[in-house]
């Protein structure tokens, strides 16, 4: 059983090695990406308190009005007096190259790209505004899809290719491959007897450059062959389907995709002007106190509503309460609370801070950095571990009358 495993373990890693050793490089780089731009940037995310904040639709006004042909998306405000408040806009993007093809096929590619991009632009924000509360000065801009760390992310998740790209496919196999890899690498690692495990447990600093190769992949592995298989399962649940569909079948809840979460709607009263954001604020309430941040999207049309997602001090990232407030009446039109919600919601909700390595703050990112680092030790050592063997079996003897005799080359 364990040639079998050793087997299934050596040719997965010789197939994904490269790819694994990518991911893994990129991902230690993006584990404080966060703490790097607002170390590199201060003056962008940070302000001066003062004593009274201007309002919200006051803030966004002046951002407009400075940046041409923007839509307002989002508006992310801190309860930290001394951070500024982040405005996500939707700007349209230069196209500086037309799509290849016949004159057809370009057609119906630019249509595609207009109904995708008209889709994404309800969703998301492409650049951030950020603006000191207290003066309504625009402090900076900021389009991460113009940074360096974007592009590690992309070449992380897609190869620097796209959704369903084959640089999205070539990813995502190499992670169900690791996943395995690591799985029979704890296999293959459990030892008979204790005697044995304690030998397993240490690293031999002292003995041959063979020894301590092996004791670097296979030592190393174990320790870190936890987390890994967390940090690696939770990006096949963000990728597949099939494992997003498994993570809730063991948890024993209803699977509930994006799309089909679907907000309510804002009663439509005719004569009726719209509520402000800041009317909107104060309609939830102490439902926004005590809170790290809470962010605003704002109604996509007349029938829509304000939505609010509320981090709550103490809170895991991304394990936010929803509220809905009507645009007309200011009523609390709905919520989603992240306690009431399934325990497979709850856990979807927070696999990416998972995979990042952000779910506890920094305490968890240092031990993402760390195991990320670590594992690129494995590609190496396993290549090198591979090609000792392989250099084995081509020394063969040469037999001769009575004894045998080895090779000169084999000395």
């Excluded at 996509?300 to 939505?307: E, G, H, I």
């Excluded at 306690?339 to 801070?353: F, N, T, Y």
Aim: aromatic residues 10%.
């Amino acid at each position: 059983m364990k040639a079998f495993f050793r087997t299934i373990h050596l040719y997965l890693s010789l197939a994904a090695g490269v790819i694994i050793f990518c991911s893994c490089l990129t991902g230690t780089m993006l584990v404080f990406e966060k703490e790097i731009q607002q170390a590199l940037h201060p003056q962008r995310y940070f302000v001066k308190p003062l004593e009274k904040r201007l309002p919200i639709s006051e803030l966004t006004a002046g951002v407009l009005k400075q940046i041409p042909k923007s839509k307002l998306a989002t508006v992310m405000i801190y309860d930290d007096p001394g951070r500024a408040v982040e405005v996500g806009l939707i700007v349209p993007e230069k196209k500086d190259r037309k799509p290849a093809g016949t004159p057809k096929a370009q057609k119906h590619t630019e249509n595609h790209e207009k109904k995708g991009a008209k889709a994404k632009d309800a969703e998301r924000s492409n650049l951030t505004a950020f603006v000191n509360p207290y003066t309504g000065q625009l402090v900076d801009q900021f389009n991460r899809r113009q940074t360096f760390l974007y592009s590690v992310e992309m070449f992380h998740r897609f190869l620097l290719g796209g959704k369903n790209s084959i640089g999205d496919w070539v990813i995502s196999i190499s992670t169900l491959f690791f996943l395995i890899i690591l799985i029979t690498g704890v296999v293959l690692w459990w030892p008979k007897t204790k005697v044995i495990m304690k030998q397993c447990l240490k690293i031999k600093w002292s003995g041959s450059g063979k020894r301590l190769t092996h004791d670097l992949h296979i030592v190393t592995g174990f320790y870190t062959s936890i987390f890994l298989i967390v940090i690696s399962a939770s990006g096949l649940v963000m990728t597949f389907k099939w494992a997003n569909s498994t993570l809730f079948f063991l948890t024993g809840s209803k699977v509930v995709a994006k799309e089909d979460i679907k907000a309510p709607l804002s009663v439509h009263q005719p004569g009726v002007t719209a509520i402000s954001p800041d009317a909107a604020v104060v309609a939830l309430g102490d439902k926004i106190t005590d809170v790290e941040n809470y962010t605003i999207r704002y109604p996509r049309d007349t029938a829509a509503v304000y939505t609010f997602n509320v981090l709550k001090k103490g809170s895991v990232e991304l394990a936010t309460d929803t509220y809905y407030i009507d645009q007309y009446s200011g009523k609390l039109a709905g919520s989603a609370l992240y306690a009431d919600k399934s325990l497979g919601q709850r856990i979807r909700g927070v696999i990416k801070p998972i995979h990042t390595g952000s779910i506890y703050g920094w305490p968890t990112q240092v031990l993402a950095f760390l195991i990320t680092l670590v594992s690129l030790i494995f590609p190496v050592t396993g290549v090198m571990m591979w090609l000792n063997r392989t250099g084995k079996k081509n020394k063969k003897p040469v037999r001769g009358r009575g004894k045998t005799v080895v090779p000169a080359e084999a000395v």
